[in-house]
Nanobody, 124 residues
């Protein structure tokens, strides 16, 4: 079992930045690829970014490339999402997730554990 707890959400104006954190506990953090997803009101959960077990490889949704950066610190069992140049359409609940599968996957069904989410609200 892996427990995931997100933090760092909040309200920010368009063009601003936020850094989300996701702290993991339980089984070996470095055994899992990690991902960030988001879900806006009335919409399906969508992939944001993923990072490999070592942190050496990353993958992003096209709309986040160049604005968001995913990273991890295995010594701290924490994954981060740095979000810059935020837009109102980035408003959503952001979730981190852990996947035991090989590779950087974007499908929610491939992730084994999920956090409770943290709200990000971007105003224009």
């Amino acid at each position: 079992q892996v427990q995931l707890v997100e933090s760092g959400g909040g309200s920010v104006q368009a063009g601003g930045s936020l850094r989300l954190s996701c702290a993991a506990s339980g089984r070996s953090f470095s055994s899992y690829a990690m991902g960030w997803f988001r879900q806006a009101a009335g919409k399906e959960r969508e992939f944001v970014a993923a990072v490999s077990r070592s942190g050496g490889r990353t993958r992003y949704a096209d709309s986040m490339k160049g604005r968001f950066t995913i990273s991890r610190d295995n010594a701290k069992s924490t994954v981060y999402l740095q979000m810059n140049s935020l837009k109102p359409e980035d408003t959503a609940v952001y979730y981190c997730a852990a996947a035991s599968t090989v590779g950087l996957v974007a499908e929610t069904s491939r992730y084994d554990y999920w956090g409770q989410g943290t709200q990000v609200t971007v105003s224009s």
